[in-house]
């Protein structure tokens, strides 16, 4: 069959999808939406069709993830009216009511409802752009999460999808890489190499056997981009990963995914299973001469492995640890032969590129960072989820505008980027245009784009202590720099934080920190100091704290705290003793409390729910 019968199939597949007559629900069932209980409303949906018998006029889809972390379970229900309405924090009580209110009533279920829709654009935005977290947005990456049915070829490909990978192979390879290096684009997984000098290296290297491969190993804390694309989009990180095989001359591709991602590896499955059926894998796709196969090779969640020499080594069946360069995977990789890595983000933008062209993404961002970037809103945000905005946006957007601002409107005081090797930027740098260049500039950066926001109450030499736990366990232990780096940073943190810290402490850290970055044999060393060291560079003054005087000024650092309550503002409502997992807070109902400090452990549970502001913190 050819693409354009294929092309011609999928647009009337889209369009039945898309009929405004024909009622519709579409429910976010990404991993986020199902730990939200998003299967548990779908069934509910079953069941409330059946009751109301419109299980035959009414079509259920499950949907990628939209975003909108905040909102979950998030329900689209199209009606008899062509209107479009997405419900938020729906549960399955909910399902009857909304089905009644909209399905058989025709009107909009007020208490759950969040937006009105309008038709779906063509560029790809979703169609409620009213809200604020989407308005500064432009997805390109993200352009079909929570919008076509990931587990379907024809959404995909009614929605431009393979295109591009057509477009490549009548264009040639050379005048591929040409077209990715017109767009600017830069690899989305950390170091911001551009992606067009990287597929020229493993395009001039002479060999054999080449290979390419998608780092979808995301380890960071509170980083779940990939994850998302690859549950919401699988086809278009494949359609990329293919157009580079194609750009560098390899014939074989590997997707390495952390076994941590059931439902993605089972997206990713699918979606190659169409792929041969259709015709987009295998020998002479679309009689282009050229020949590539896709293997999924499952990484066992080492955080080392997201380096590419250590994952090229997992894949290879041995221990994931770094290897000294040169020489480069462009040259000597994979079992030896010339190989290129792009993570999920990066090939999911060369798809979009391929399709639109190199022209159209350079028109996004700034002059040295083109395009978008995707961001995990993740800390003391209100509006907490998956956004992907232009290069060169203020932190101030993304936090305020899209992010709705810290949790509980409490002073925002830093935001942590790059996953924890990433730097903690003070609120002084609020309006910082978030780049690669920029980020450089205050000690952070980009990483694959974890992006944590820290309130008032949040104690930065403990943040940087959290941050070091997390690397120093995940070191390989190759290279003394980054092995006992990371351990003697871990040691004086803590001490710090337990009030036996000195101040010749401080000196010893910026001098392991600055060893680090430059002794290290891989990334994670390079860049595991950096919390240390952008905290020590803005926040010295909570550091003295810690050691000169012995108190914490976040009140987060147990040993140096204790929780009083105020009498003249404690009501006696028994919210903090509830709270309380060792029962060391009593008192009469409506009398002021009392805290026993002898019992009390300071995990600072009857803070957070008090709504008085009666507990203090001294």
Known sequence: ??????????????????????????????????????????????????QQGLTATTDIYEVGCLGMCYAEVLVEIRGRDGRRILYQGVEPKHVPALIETQLVRGEVYQPLALAVMAASPEDGLPAFQELPIIQPQVRIVLRNCGIIDPTNIHHYLARGGYSGMAKALAMGSDAVIEEIKTSGLRGRGGAGFPTAVKWGFARNSASDQKYVICNADEGDPGAFMDRSVLEGDPHAVLEGLLI?????????????????????????????????????????????GFDFAIKIKKGAGAFVCGEETSL??????????????????????????????????????????????????????????????????????????????PMGISLRTIIEDIGGGVLGGKPFKAVQTGGPSG??????????????????????????????????????????????????????????????????????????????????HLDTMRKIGDTMKSASLCGLGQTAANPVLTTLKYYEDEYRAHIEAHTCPA????????????????????????????????????????????????????????????????
């Open 312 to 389: 090229m080594q997992s894949i290879e069946g041995k221990r994931g640890m770094p290897r000294s360069r040169p020489p480069f995977p462009a040259v000597s990789g994979l079992f030896g032969k010339p190989t290129n890595i792009n993570n999920v983000e990066t090939l999911a933008a060369v798809s979009a590129i391929m399709e639109r062209s190199g022209a159209w993404y350079a028109g996004f961002g700034t002059e040295k960072s083109r395009g978008t970037k995707t961001f995990a809103l993740a800390g003391k945000i209100t509006r907490t989820g998956l956004i992907e905005v």
């Open 423 to 504: 730097g903690c930027i003070p609120a002084q740098f609020i309006d910082l245009p978030v780049d690669y260049e920029h980020l450089a500039e205050v000690g952070s950066i980009m990483g694959s784009g974890g992006m944590i926001v820290i309130d008032q109450e949040s104690c930065m030499v403990d943040m940087a202590r959290y941050f070091l736990t997390f690397t120093e366990n995940e070191s390989c232990g190759k290279c003394v720099p980054c092995r006992m780096g990371t351990q003697h940073l871990l040691k004086i943190l803590t001490a710090i934080t337990a009030g036996q810290g000195t101040l010749a």
């Open 1 to 50: 069959m050819s693409f354009s019968t294929l092309q011609q199939q999928a647009q009337e597949q889209w369009q039945e999808f898309e009929r405004p007559e024909r009622l519709r629900i579409l429910i976010g069932s990404a991993t986020c939406g199902r730990a939200a209980g998003s299967l548990e409303v779908l069934q509910a949906c079953i069941g409330a069709l059946e």
């Open 244 to 288: 580079a095989g194609f750009a560098i001359g390899a014939s074989l591709g590997y997707v390495y995914c952390r076994a941590e991602y059931p439902l993605a590896i089972e997206r990713l499955q699918e979606a190659i299973a169409q792929m041969h059926t259709h015709g987009f894998l295998g020998e002479n796709i679309l009689d282009s």
């Open 555 to 618: 009140g987060a650092c147990r040993a140096l705290i204790r929780f009083d309550i105020a009498v003249d503002r404690c009501t006696g409502c028994g919210a903090c003793l509830r709270a309380c997992p060792v029962e060391a807070i009593s008192g009469e109902k409506k009398q002021p409390h009392h805290i026993d400090q002898e019992r009390c452990i300071r995990c600072g549970s009857c803070r957070q729910a008090c709504k008085f502001e009666a507990v203090r913190v001294d």
